[in-house]
């Protein structure tokens, strides 16, 4: 009985990060409430907040409780799920040859307007670089206004399917820790894949994509021990 009951509540507060009702960077309701609510025994809270954490959905900061970090993809949508380190390596791989080519092309294809609009994402991440949700929001618009900028639709297509998903949040984030210096190397990154759309460089536009996804990983490995954090580029 106590396995169903985890089961029922992992799918509820499972569909509330999904559709957005829990933001990333959001904390999960108290203990105290999600017992009062679905009228389980805290084991039963504890177990099913151990498996979001399993699926990577969640991040638990002692004393604080539990944040959301970046959802899956909705069911039924074009993307498969997201929710293991494994996924998120493998994402960034496809993202790595889908996004890089896209790069090129908007070099040669960008109107002035989508210009702009990347150059607004860059600007109010940098605003709101302490707020986890816009920042999630912000990084993605810019990746997905690179595509659109190609003139292909179908590179549109691939990372709306993918959605803000697609971008990591990174736990230390939410643990406190400074963010600035994050922050700013992905925002330079960004920097340089724009330089080169607005100079109409695809070679440069591609690499600089290309450099700034295999920092990403970078910054996967190390916020999941498996690399040097010390050296790690940062997260986007």
């Known amino acids: 009985m106590s396995r169903n009951l985890t089961s029922t509540l992992v799918d509820d507060l499972r ?21 009062a609510e679905h009228g389980v025994s805290r084991t039963v809270v504890r ?7 399993a699926e990577g959905l969640v991040h638990t900061r002692r004393g604080s409780g539990s944040f959301v970090l970046t959802p899956p993809a909705a069911p039924g949508g074009t993307s498969r799920p997201v929710r293991t380190l494994q996924d998120r390596r493998r994402l960034l791989a496809f993202r790595t040859g889908v996004e890089s080519e896209a790069a090129a092309l908007a070099a040669t ?10 150059e607004d994402a860059l600007a109010r991440s940098e605003e709101e670089v302490d707020n986890p949700a816009a ?29 803000p998903a ?9 643990d406190g ?16 894949v724009l330089d080169a759309i607005r100079a109409r460089d695809p070679l440069a536009a591609s690499a600089a ?5 295999a920092n990403s990983r970078w910054r996967l490995e190390a916020e999941a021990g498996d690399g040097p954090s010390a050296a790690a580029p940062g997260n986007g």
């Open 166 to 174: 697609m971008i990591t949040m990174p736990p230390r984030r939410l």
């Open 109 to 118: 294809a960008r109107e002035e307007h989508q210009l702009a609009r990347m």
């Open 15 to 35: 569909a509330r990060i999904v559709d957005g009702r829990i933001s990333p960077g959001e904390r999960l309701p108290s203990e105290s409430t999600l017992i």
């Open 135 to 163: 920042s999630l929001e912000n990084d993605f618009e810019f990746h997905r206004t690179v595509a659109e900028a190609s003139g292909n639709p179908y590179y549109v297509d691939a990372l709306t399917g993918l959605g």
């Open 47 to 53: 177990e099913a907040v151990a498996r979001l954490q």
């Open 177 to 192: 820790a400074p963010g600035g210096g994050r922050a700013a190397r992905v925002a330079a990154e960004h920097r340089s």
């Open 209 to 213: 994509m290309r450099a700034h996804l």
